[in-house]
C-alpha cells in the first residue's frame, strides 16, 4: 500500500539547535517527495521537494532534505532553528500526477 | 504569476445546512484542481480532484460534493452539514501532467454547531 509515515507527532528543540524531522514512505517505486509547512490557521507552503537527481535537496528558510532510497526516507533538516520556524510540517509524496498523500504531520516548538 | 484563491476564511454554519466553499486559481490555464481535509488533529485527506471541467473524482464517500462550472474554479459543496464535516479545508492545484509541484490555498476554516 502506498503511504507516508511521520514518526513524531510533535517536537521541541532550543532556539539555535539543529532540527531533524523524519518521514518514511512506502511505494513500489521512487516517488515524488515534498515536504510543506502549515503555520496555525494558515495554509500549506512548500518548501523543498524531491523528483530525482542529487538527493539532496535544498529548500526555503534553510531548510534541507535527503532523500534516501535504500531507507525508503526524505529526513528534513536544519541547523540552526529560529523561533519563526515553530509550525506543523507535513512530509507527502506522489505516486501519479492527480494524487499526493500526506503525513499526520510533526508539530514543531521552539523554546528560548 | 499564478496564485490560488479560497474563500471565505472562516465559516459557521448549523447542521443541516448547505455548504459551499469556492476556489479559483489565476495566471494558468488546464490545472489539475484538489480539495483537502484537515480535521483537528490529523494529517490531510484528498476529498476530490478535478482534471478538467466537469471531471470530478472522489477519493472519499461522503456527505460533500465537488463540481468544476469553469477551468479555473473549484467548487466544495454539501446539501446538508453534519457536525463530522468540520474541519480545515484547503484547495490546491497543480499544472497539467506528472511532476507539478502543489499548491495550496490559505484555506477555510468550516465550523459545524
Known amino acids: 500500500a502506498q503511504s507516508v509515515t511521520q514518526p513524531d507527532i510533535h517536537i521541541t528543540v532550543s532556539e539555535g539547535a539543529s532540527l531533524e524531522l523524519r518521514c518514511n514512505y512506502s511505494y513500489g517505486a521512487t516517488p515524488y517527495l515534498f515536504w510543506y509547512v502549515q503555520s496555525p490557521g494558515q495554509g500549506l507552503q512548500l518548501l523543498l521537494k524531491?523528483?530525482?537527481?542529487?538527493?539532496l535537496v535544498q529548500g526555503i528558510k534553510g531548510f534541507e532534505a535527503e532523500f534516501k532510497r535504500s531507507q525508503s526516507s526524505f529526513n528534513l533538516r536544519k541547523p540552526s532553528v529560529h523561533w519563526s520556524d515553530a509550525a506543523e510540517y507535513f512530509c507527502?509524496?506522489?505516486?501519479?500526477?492527480?494524487?499526493?498523500?500526506f503525513g499526520t504531520g510533526t508539530r514543531l516548538t521552539v523554546i528560548p | 504569476s499564478q496564485t490560488i484563491h479560497q474563500w471565505p476564511a472562516t465559516l459557521v454554519q448549523p447542521v443541516g445546512s448547505p455548504l459551499s466553499l469556492e476556489c479559483t486559481v489565476e495566471?494558468?490555464?488546464?490545472?489539475?484542481l484538489y480539495w483537502y481535509r484537515q480535521a483537528a488533529g490529523r494529517g490531510l485527506q484528498l476529498l476530490f480532484y478535478?482534471?478538467?471541467?466537469?471531471?470530478i473524482s472522489s477519493e472519499v464517500p461522503q456527505n460533500l460534493s465537488a463540481s468544476r462550472p469553469q477551468d479555473r474554479q473549484f467548487i466544495l459543496s454539501s446539501k446538508k452539514l453534519l457536525l463530522s464535516d468540520s474541519g480545515f479545508y484547503l484547495c490546491?492545484?497543480?499544472?497539467?501532467?506528472?511532476?507539478?509541484?502543489?499548491?495550496f490555498g490559505s484555506g477555510t476554516r468550516l465550523t459545524v454547531v
Open positions: 490546491a492545484w497543480t499544472p497539467r501532467g506528472r511532476g507539478g509541484g502543489y499548491t
Open positions: 507527502a509524496f506522489s505516486p501519479g500526477a492527480n494524487n499526493l498523500f
Open positions: 495566471g494558468t490555464s488546464n490545472p489539475n
Open positions: 478535478s482534471v478538467g471541467i466537469g471531471q
Open positions: 524531491y523528483f530525482s537527481g542529487d538527493t
